[in-house]
Nanobody, 126 residues
């Protein structure tokens, strides 16, 4: 499956942004999806994940209550809605797809994802 992330940009703290990740090549609804981010000098960190059906969602503590992940299987797209952005949210954001039925802690592990998008830059100014 090929993934194309988009929607990044420069925002002021407190603002909102919605990223998109469009998938092609395989049956999108068969994959659980995740978002990760990587700031300069840091490892790739888990942000949010959603099950293939969209019923189950998982969030990093740092974004819980501010970010909402959703998916539209008819459009082969997954979205994180990011509200109340903080300068600490500045990073390159990557979407990823997993053929595993990730749940709980498994959804947070990059090694559980087989396909990755190219990343989109999000910069939040104070």
């Amino acid at each position: 499956v090929q993934l194309q992330a988009s929607g990044g940009g420069l925002m002021q703290a407190g603002g909102s942004l919605r990223l998109s990740c469009a998938a092609s090549g395989r049956t999108f609804s068969a994959y659980s999806m995740g978002w990760f981010r990587q700031a300069p000098g840091n490892e790739r960190d888990f942000v949010a994940a959603i099950s293939w059906s969209g019923v189950s969602t998982y969030y990093a503590d740092s974004v819980k209550g501010r970010f909402t992940i959703s998916r539209d299987n008819a459009k082969n797209t997954v979205y994180p809605q990011m509200n109340s952005l903080e300068p600490e949210d500045t990073a390159v954001y990557y979407c990823a797809a997993s053929a595993y039925g990730n749940s709980g802690s498994y959804s947070r592990q990059p090694s559980r994802y087989q396909y990755w998008g190219q990343g989109t830059q999000v910069t939040v100014s104070s």
